[in-house]
């Protein structure tokens, strides 16, 4: 699912402490795993670090490295509890997916995705009308969409991209109060496109 998750991920941080115009720190750290000698070491897809950034522009810009600083900060237990909570079906514990819960390196089905997706629809709770306003304003995907992206819409809906290592495949979620939209593009046999 890629990065499809990280909106819950952020929400959580708003619903503890954060707001969306805190800074997160987008930089190349490594975190120590369960595994004696082995760290996991997050890229941003370009692979460029930002440093200080907006946790509005992180989301919607999908930067890797600032979200597993937030994973960091939040705990992976926590972060796989809610996920759970938010209707994701996870296979494992959250010891087998670490750090790269952040990054979404689970999988799930596509119903699963749009069924956990309502929990974004709810508008009245402020850090879900939040979310979906990060993930509605072009302006926070700007530097890695392009300001007249493809991802806008006449009908203001909020979206969320995930695109898998190498670029294998893509999916893109869209959602507004009346719909949610599900695309996925790529080769059934993994193979790059």
Known sequence: VWSLLKPFIYR???????????YLLDDKTSYETSTEGKYFIPENYNPKSYGPIRLREALGNSHNAATVRLTDTLG??????????????????AGYYGYGISLGTVEVSME?????????????????????Q????????????????????????????????????????????????????????????
């Open 76 to 93: 992976i237990t926590a972060i796989y509890n809610m996920l759970r909570d938010s209707w994701f079906s996870l296979e494992y514990d």
């Open 12 to 22: 959580m941080a708003l619903q503890k402490w954060a707001d969306s115009e805190d």
């Open 134 to 193: 990060i993930l509605r304003d072009p302006r926070n995907r700007a530097r890695t969409f392009g300001i007249s992206s493809i991802l806008n819409t006449s009908i203001p809906m909020s979206v969320k991209t995930g695109t898998s290592t190498d670029f294998r495949d893509n999916w893109t979620v869209s959602y507004h109060p009346d719909a949610i939209i599900w695309v996925w593009v790529g080769n059934n046999d993994g193979s790059p496109m």
């Open 112 to 132: 699963n995705i749009v069924e956990s997706y309502k929990w974004l629809l709810d508008f009245s709770n402020p850090d879900t009308w939040q979310i979906g």
